[in-house]
């Protein structure tokens, strides 16, 4: 639910340069679409098609799927391939391909007979495979085929040493599987990345994660094992690996916000005594760690005050404590404290979900208020604080000293004056840059109108803005384009699930190109690069990618020449009226590129006296 984001994501850290961020499978840029002529494309090697998405049902006819994996099997350009469910002979194609750096194979449990057998040659041989994602392989009700991880352990102990990140999430594996396939990646000595999240990880998998963690040569960064049940046995043995290990940065041993069927949420028992032991690998003075998740879990006020304290002196950038229901006041004034030291690097914090109201609210702003470090704040969720709460906040943070660039404030009990207090310390904040508002029903098209006027100002510094599922109106999207009219910073708008009608697409489409003269739209806002909202209009589509790919002297260019002189509009002699010495510039500013040739041929043939 957008409301309950916990923005978190597996991007790479900012400052890092870490290989892995290469290779995330991005479902939007794939085709999606497939058919006969896709398929054609994809045996013609087509350079063009380099991601390719395919679901189809286990009895599903239509194409000769021996074929399209073959045609798949032989392509050289292709990098990322997303398919639900397989058969042998589909299998058996693709295990031909070299070309794929990203393979991701979601919902196989329906599959018997081993299907990565038919895989395996495409395991052994393809150097190029770095990201692998494999989930749905257990069945809901009896966990994973045994044949299937059997094929899987196979494949994993022959895949190339090339594979920089792995994911095997999501598929009921029990402690002995997933201890057996990670025994599988010892070989992988180039691995970044490990997803495990979601399966039934007990003693021994975490045995067998030592081992790996404590090889000389791992080079291991990013460990995810949330909703796993690890308990205070488990922890120990984790500590000891992490407190052997120098690579690891990113540790998540968060959970699920709503826990999955047959698994209650104290099924993840790590009491104070375990947390206790954990906190030992914190205080380590050689840990590397800068993301830590540890949503959904049992943390207590005794717990969190043994965390954060481990966490003063460390290199700790990001912490997720979001949903930890048992969390009281004097848990969150340890936190609080920990934002103000000033040995704290913290820059993410997220404690969406907590147990915050009004009284809460103001400690929580104080400590913000007098943080130097902190760029990303997530409070979403906290219905516990009230209008006047939130009032109260917006009053204390954010302030002119503020070093926040991003706030999420989703699905919050934020109303018309709890948003026009926050406009005032917006204007008064000049580091803000993506705002997150979603959710927030309260507010009325009288209150998003005062917002939307924040976006006026000169000063606004707002890049990003999320405004999501708000039962906005067209009277709010109007003044929204309107506010947009002048506006230099904002990029990326999202208004998904609200009520848009013509009259305000119309809207947008004139501030983004105001077709009433050419110096109207050479002022046209060329800034906004995206809006995210059901049914935008093809021509507002088409301004926002010449934005997006433009400087905003091109973008400007671009729209005047399309606009003006292009599509049967004829204002060939504003050319006339030039004074000589501009009349070349503007020569050179038409012939820029092949976009202005057809203009700079009528201008030769209709003004040669010019010449």
Same mark, same amino acid.
């Given at each position: 639910?957008?409301?309950?984001?916990?923005?978190?994501?597996?991007?790479?850290?900012?400052?890092?340069?870490?290989?892995?961020?290469?290779?995330?499978?991005?479902?939007?840029d794939?085709?999606?679409?497939?058919?006969?002529?896709?398929?054609?494309?994809?045996?013609?090697?087509?350079?063009?098609?380099?991601?390719?998405?395919?679901?189809?049902?286990a009895?599903?006819?239509?194409?000769?799927?021996?074929?399209?994996?073959?045609?798949?099997?032989?392509?050289?350009?292709?990098?990322?391939?997303?398919?639900?469910?397989?058969?042998?002979?589909?299998?058996?194609?693709?295990?031909?391909?070299?070309?794929?750096?990203?393979?991701?194979?979601?919902?196989?449990?329906?599959?018997?007979?081993?299907?990565?057998?038919?895989?395996l040659?495409?395991?052994?041989?393809?150097?190029?495979?770095?990201?692998?994602?494999?989930?749905?392989?257990?069945?809901?009700?009896?966990?994973?085929?045994?044949?299937?991880?059997?094929?899987?352990?196979?494949?994993?102990?022959?895949?190339?040493?090339?594979?920089?990140?792995?994911?095997?999430s999501?598929?009921?594996?029990s402690?002995?599987?997933?201890?057996?396939?990670?025994?599988?990646?010892?070989?992988?000595?180039?691995?970044?990345?490990?997803?495990?999240?979601?399966?039934?990880?007990?003693?021994?998998?975490?045995?067998a994660?030592?081992?790996?963690?404590?090889?000389?040569?791992?080079?291991?960064?990013k460990?995810?094992?949330?909703?796993?049940?690890?308990?205070?046995?488990?922890v120990?043995?984790l500590?000891?690996?992490?407190?052997?290990?120098?690579?690891?940065?990113?540790?998540?041993?968060?959970?699920?916000?709503?826990?999955r069927?047959?698994?209650?949420?104290?099924?993840?028992?790590?009491?104070?005594?375990?947390?206790?032991?954990?906190?030992?690998?914190?205080?380590?003075?050689?840990?590397? #760690? +800068?993301?830590l998740? $540890?949503?959904?879990? %049992? /943390? *207590? &006020?005794?717990?969190?005050?043994? !965390?954060?304290? =481990? @966490?003063?002196?460390?290199?700790?950038?990001?912490?997720?404590?979001?949903?930890?229901?048992?969390?009281?006041?004097a848990?969150?004034?340890?936190?609080?404290?920990?934002?103000?030291?000033?040995?704290?690097?913290?820059?993410?914090?997220?404690i969406?979900?907590?147990?915050?109201?009004?009284?809460?609210?103001?400690?929580?702003?104080?400590a913000?208020?007098?943080?130097?470090?902190?760029?990303?704040?997530?409070?979403?969720?906290?219905?516990?604080?009230?209008?006047?709460?939130?009032?109260?906040?917006?009053?204390?943070?954010?302030?002119?000293?503020?070093? #926040? +660039?991003?706030?999420i $404030?989703n699905?919050? %009990? /934020? *109303? &018309?004056?709890?948003?026009?207090? !926050?406009?005032d =310390? @917006?204007?008064?904040?000049?580091?803000?840059?993506?705002?997150h508002?979603?959710?927030?029903?309260?507010?009325?098209?009288?209150?998003w109108?005062?917002?939307?006027?924040?976006?006026r100002l000169?000063?606004?510094t707002?890049?990003?803005?999320?405004?999501?599922?708000?039962?906005?109106?067209?009277?709010v999207?109007?003044?929204?384009?309107?506010?947009?009219?002048?506006?230099?910073?904002?990029?990326?708008?999202?208004?998904?699930?609200?009520?848009?009608?013509?009259?305000?697409?119309?809207?947008?489409?004139?501030?983004?190109?105001?077709?009433?003269c050419?110096?109207?739209?050479?002022?046209s806002?060329?800034?906004?690069?995206?809006?995210?909202?059901?049914?935008v209009?093809?021509?507002?589509c088409?301004?926002?990618?010449?934005?997006?790919?433009?400087?905003?002297?091109?973008?400007?260019?671009?729209?005047?020449?399309?606009?003006?002189?292009?599509?049967?509009?004829?204002?060939?002699?504003?050319?006339?009226?030039m004074?000589?010495?501009?009349?070349?510039?503007?020569i050179?500013?038409?012939?820029?590129?092949d976009?202005?040739?057809?203009?700079?041929?009528?201008?030769?043939?209709?003004?040669?006296?010019?010449?």
């Open positions: 639910n957008d409301d309950d984001m916990s923005h978190d994501s597996d991007s790479e850290d900012g400052n890092e340069s870490d290989e892995q961020g290469r290779f995330d499978f991005d479902i939007d794939s085709r999606w679409e497939f058919d006969e002529a896709t398929l054609r494309d994809i045996e013609c090697n087509d350079p063009d098609i380099t991601s390719l998405s395919i679901g189809w049902g009895d599903d006819t239509t194409h000769d799927w021996e074929k399209v994996g073959i045609a798949i099997g032989n392509n050289v350009y292709m990098h990322t391939l997303n398919v639900y469910f397989l058969n042998s002979s589909f299998c058996k194609g693709i295990a031909r391909n070299r070309s794929l750096t990203n393979l991701q194979i979601t919902e196989i449990d329906s599959f018997e007979g081993g299907v990565f057998a038919d895989l040659p495409f395991f052994e041989h393809n150097g190029n495979l770095r990201s692998l994602e494999i989930s749905g392989c257990g069945d809901s009700d009896v966990g994973c085929r045994e044949e299937n991880i059997r094929s899987l352990i196979s494949a994993l102990s022959k895949t190339k040493s090339s594979l920089r990140r792995i994911d095997i999501c598929n009921r594996f402690d002995e599987q997933a201890a057996k396939l990670i025994g599988s990646l010892d070989g992988h000595l180039n691995l970044t990345s490990i997803h495990i999240e979601s399966n039934e990880i007990r003693g021994e998998a975490c045995g994660l030592r081992k790996l963690l404590t090889n000389p040569g791992c080079k291991l960064k460990l995810y094992l949330g909703s796993n049940g690890i308990n205070d046995q488990c120990p043995i500590t000891n690996a992490f407190n052997k290990n120098n690579t690891v940065k990113t540790i998540s041993l968060g959970g699920e916000l709503l826990p069927r047959g698994r209650r949420k104290e099924d993840n028992p790590i009491t104070i005594a375990g947390w206790h032991v954990f906190s030992s690998f914190l205080n380590n003075p050689n840990n590397l #760690l +800068e993301k998740n $540890l949503s959904c879990t %049992n /943390i *207590d &006020d005794e717990s969190a005050k043994v !965390l954060v304290n =481990a @966490l003063v002196n460390t290199k700790m950038k990001s912490l997720d404590i979001s949903s930890c229901e048992s969390i009281g006041a848990g969150y004034q340890a936190i609080f404290n920990l934002l103000q030291n000033i040995n704290s690097e913290l820059e993410v914090l997220n969406s979900r907590g147990n915050f109201d009004d009284e809460l609210a103001i400690p929580l702003a104080n913000l208020a007098n943080t130097t470090t902190l760029k990303t704040l997530n409070i979403a969720g906290n219905r516990s604080i009230t209008s006047t709460g939130w009032q109260t906040f917006f009053i204390r943070f954010p302030n002119a000293e503020s070093s #926040l +660039e991003e706030l $404030l699905g919050n %009990n /934020i *109303d &018309d004056q709890g948003l026009a207090t !926050l406009v =310390a @917006l204007a008064n904040s000049n580091a803000i840059q993506i705002l508002l979603l959710c927030n029903r309260s507010i009325s098209t009288a209150g109108r005062v917002f939307s006027n924040f976006l000169p000063r606004s707002l890049k990003e803005l999320y405004l999501n599922d708000n039962n906005h109106d067209d009277d999207t109007i003044a929204f384009a309107n506010s947009l009219a002048n506006n230099t910073s904002l990029k990326i708008l999202y208004l998904d699930r609200n009520q848009h009608l013509s009259r305000g697409w119309s809207a947008f489409s004139d501030i983004l190109c105001n077709k009433s050419i110096d109207a739209t050479f002022n806002n060329h800034t906004l690069q995206e809006i995210s909202a059901t049914g209009p093809v021509d507002i088409n301004y926002l990618v010449i934005n997006e790919y433009n400087s905003k002297e091109e973008a400007a260019r671009q729209k005047i020449l399309q606009y003006h002189f292009f599509h049967g509009h004829d204002n060939i002699h504003v050319f006339s009226d004074e000589y010495k501009v009349l070349p510039r503007a050179a500013w038409i012939g820029a590129d976009m202005g040739f057809l203009l700079l041929y009528q201008l030769v043939r209709d003004m040669p006296s010019l010449f």
